[in-house]
């Protein structure tokens, strides 16, 4: 049994009707979006936010029909986000194969993705949950928040940490706090319960997003994308920004420069990954990973003792020590 095998087992059975739901959740007469949902399910990653919104469920009581359906709300607001930043980032492949706006324009990939976000507020709607529509109706506008922060961030080489966290909060972070309070809810969890959960995701999505930041400073032909991706595209990620925040300016300030050009030919980036590195810019970004990590397993100690319980544990390690 693999890893994440193992985390998914409380919620088999949830999680197999969860891939069902998905795989029927959009249907267009539409020729082009059809064939373009028909990509976007192929080419499915492995669905961490409906898990983590399963596992709350089953941890905070129980998982049911209502978790299932939040689950898919979830993933497809997630894979409009995705389509909609491939876009703005001028991304060509993700998961190792071609984006939509690669294989279409970025026209068609933007209608796309509006298309799976109309559905995912229709599909909220049609729960009949109130705080629920809520939730995915702020965390639309969260994230948009977020990608605008992160262009803004391109365009500042003088980014501070603090700003760096704001944008990661409202990106990363807030889908994942969104994911395990809803799965709070559908459990019928208190407001105390929901709100602990809901800090469960965010301390999650912090450490999750970091791991993502390291990748970009390796090779690495399981990601998907490149290295040095970020920086070409002007995101000065925790490694990097810790470096910055380190050296003195007379050190610093002809990568500095290479920022302000936007000259990022091959031999620079190589040359800002290493800055990076030898500044200890790694290895500060890994304590602030492992930081989030145990202040998020922390709260979920205070849950009861379950299976479920026992897979959230272990899916906090699967998303520091994955890979890919």
């Keep these: 049994m693999t890893q994440k095998s193992q985390i998914e087992k409380p919620v088999e059975q949830f999680f197999d009707l969860f891939q069902q739901e998905f795989s029927q959740a959009l249907r267009s007469d539409v020729e082009t979006i059809k064939t373009a949902i028909e990509k976007i399910h192929s080419s499915n990653g492995k669905h961490i936010r409906p898990l983590l919104l399963l596992l709350t469920a089953e941890a905070c009581g129980q998982a049911t029909s209502l978790s299932v359906e939040s689950a898919v709300l979830m993933e497809l607001l997630h894979t409009a986000s995705l389509i909609h930043d491939d876009v703005i980032d001028e991304t060509k492949q993700r998961r190792g194969v071609p984006s939509l706006n690669a294989i279409y324009d970025n026209r068609i990939a933007v209608l796309v ?138 050190e610093k300030a002809g990568y500095l420069e290479i920022l302000n050009q936007r000259a990022f030919t091959p031999g620079n980036i190589a040359s800002l990954i290493e800055f990076a590195k030898e500044r200890g810019g790694i290895e500060y970004a890994e304590s602030r990973m492992m930081e989030f990590k145990r202040q998020a397993i922390d709260l979920i100690e205070t849950l009861p003792l379950s299976e479920a319980k026992k897979s959230l544990l272990l899916l906090a390690d699967y998303l520091v020590d994955r890979v890919k």
């Design 113 to 250: 993705g509006d298309f799976i976000l109309a559905n995912t507020l229709i599909r909220s709607l049609e729960t009949g949950e109130t705080q629920i529509v809520t939730i995915i109706a702020t965390l639309c506008r969260d994230m948009a928040e977020g990608e605008v922060k992160q262009l803004e961030n391109s365009k500042n080489v003088t980014l501070s940490e603090k700003d760096y966290f704001r944008m990661l909060e409202k990106k990363t972070a807030a889908l994942l706090a969104a994911c395990a309070q809803i799965g709070a809810i559908t459990a019928g969890a208190d407001h105390e319960l929901q709100m602990k959960c809901r800090k469960f995701g965010h301390l999650l999505g912090c450490s999750f997003q970091i791991k993502d930041d390291i990748f970009d400073y390796f090779d690495n032909h399981n990601i998907g994308k490149p290295n040095g991706n970020d920086i070409r595209e002007g995101k000065i990620t925790l490694p990097l920004l810790y470096a910055f925040e380190t050296t003195p300016v007379c």
